[in-house]
């Protein structure tokens, strides 16, 4: 298993600023993953975030609006730039852990609730 | 890419009934079906999964059935109890360790 700590837990942002959300494992981890939970919505995969290169963006996500990093095994951010109202969402960081064979079971933290008014 | 439906969106059941949720895919090669359980305010959680070398897998009260012909598959949860309540997810990816795409959720409802 994975205890995957976000910060910030939640958050009230202002129309044009930029918050970057952090995620921290507490072991190492091949995959990880940012995805956004739109209130009572499905979980939409944003990105894969890529130990020491670009991250990978689903269609519809562009790295200026949600730019990442993933400067080791443990550890991830995103950004959400320029904030509007339609970016006040959920967002999840999950991870796949090293070592988890087949299971392929992914983990994911508590989220980080943006409201941008 | 894949596209994953999920059907139906919301589920009401009487405590002690079945439920069963119905997933469709679109990528042939998909070989690896999960499904997430979501209650409320919690991080999704995996509560069962089936690769596509199997027909179904059960555990307890909840078993996964893949039909990879037809590109469906579904999750089927007897004896319904209070805590079954939330909403569950499908989703689907050419192999386990990769990016999953999601089904759009249903919201289970178990009545006393």
């Known amino acids: 298993s994975a205890v995957i700590s976000q910060k910030p837990s939640r958050d009230i942002c202002q129309r044009g600023t930029s918050l970057t959300i952090q995620c921290q494992v507490d072991?190492?981890?091949?995959?990880m993953f940012w995805y956004r939970q739109q209130p009572g919505q499905s979980l939409t995969l944003i990105a894969t975030?890529?130990?020491?290169?670009?991250?990978?963006?689903e269609s519809g996500f562009v790295i200026d609006k949600f730019p990442i990093s993933r400067p080791n095994l443990t550890f991830s951010t995103l950004t959400v730039s320029n904030m509007s109202p339609e970016d006040s969402s959920i967002y999840l960081c999950?991870?796949?852990?090293?070592?988890?064979?087949?299971?392929?079971?992914?983990?994911f933290g508590e989220g980080s609730r943006l409201t941008v008014l | 890419g894949e596209n994953v439906e999920q059907h139906p969106s919301t589920l009401s059941v009487q405590e002690g009934d079945s439920a069963v949720i119905k997933c469709t895919y679109s990528?042939?090669?998909?070989?690896?079906f999960p499904w997430y359980k979501q209650e409320l305010g919690k991080r999704p959680q995996l509560i069962i999964d089936?690769?596509?070398?199997?027909g179904e897998k059960k555990d307890q009260r909840i078993a996964v059935t893949l039909n990879k012909t037809a590109k469906h598959f579904s999750l089927h949860i007897t004896e319904t109890q209070p805590e079954d309540s939330a909403v569950y997810f499908c989703?689907?990816?050419?192999?386990?360790?990769?990016?999953?795409?999601f089904g759009a959720g249903t919201q289970v409802v178990v009545t006393p």
């Open positions: 975030a890529n130990q020491g290169s670009e991250a990978t963006y």
């Open positions: 990528d042939s090669a998909s070989n690896y």
């Open positions: 989703a689907a990816s050419p192999y386990s360790w990769g990016k999953l795409q």
């Open positions: 999950s991870v796949r852990p090293l070592g988890q064979g087949d299971t392929g079971e992914l983990f």
């Open positions: 089936i690769r596509s070398n199997v």
């Open positions: 072991s190492q981890v091949t995959m």
